[in-house]
Every structure is written in C-alpha cells, then in structure tokens.
C-alpha cells in the first residue's frame, strides 16, 4: 500500500464523525476477514493432494468404513 494513500486515510479519519469511522472500521475487519478466508482455502487446496495421499489408501477405508 503506498504511503500516500494511508497518508490520505489518515487525513480522512481525522475529519470524519464517530458514526463514519464505526462504518469504516467494520468495513475493513470485514475485508480483512474475507482475506484471511480466502487464505485459508487456498491453503486448504494446495494441501489436499498430499494429504489425499495419507487418506486414499485401503487402511484408511478399512480403518473409517464402520462411520
């Protein structure tokens, strides 16, 4: 992110009424939690197929069948 621009939120937010900044500060926890998300399934998806080599195996059928 360019200072710039945190530089001209930083500005903004000095200016802005307490109901603003409640709007604001929800928005980017929401944004920040939507990327940690999708973090996260992508770390879940490139983990899959070396797990599967754990999971795709006879043993672990036999060993889960009885669920």
């Known amino acids: 992110m360019s200072i710039n ?4 939120l930083l ?3 000095e200016k802005a009424s307490d109901s603003t ?4 500060l929800d928005f980017l926890l929401f ?3 939507r990327e940690l ?3 996260q399934l992508e ?3 490139l983990s899959e197929p ?3 080599e754990d999971w795709l195996t006879p043993e672990e059928d036999e060993a889960w069948q009885h669920l």
């Open 5 to 8: 621009i945190k530089e001209q």
């Open 21 to 24: 900044l409640k709007e604001v």
């Open 43 to 45: 770390i879940s998806l």
């Open 37 to 39: 998300q999708q973090e």
């Open 11 to 13: 500005k903004e937010i």
């Open 50 to 52: 070396i797990l599967a």
């Open 31 to 33: 944004i920040q939690f």
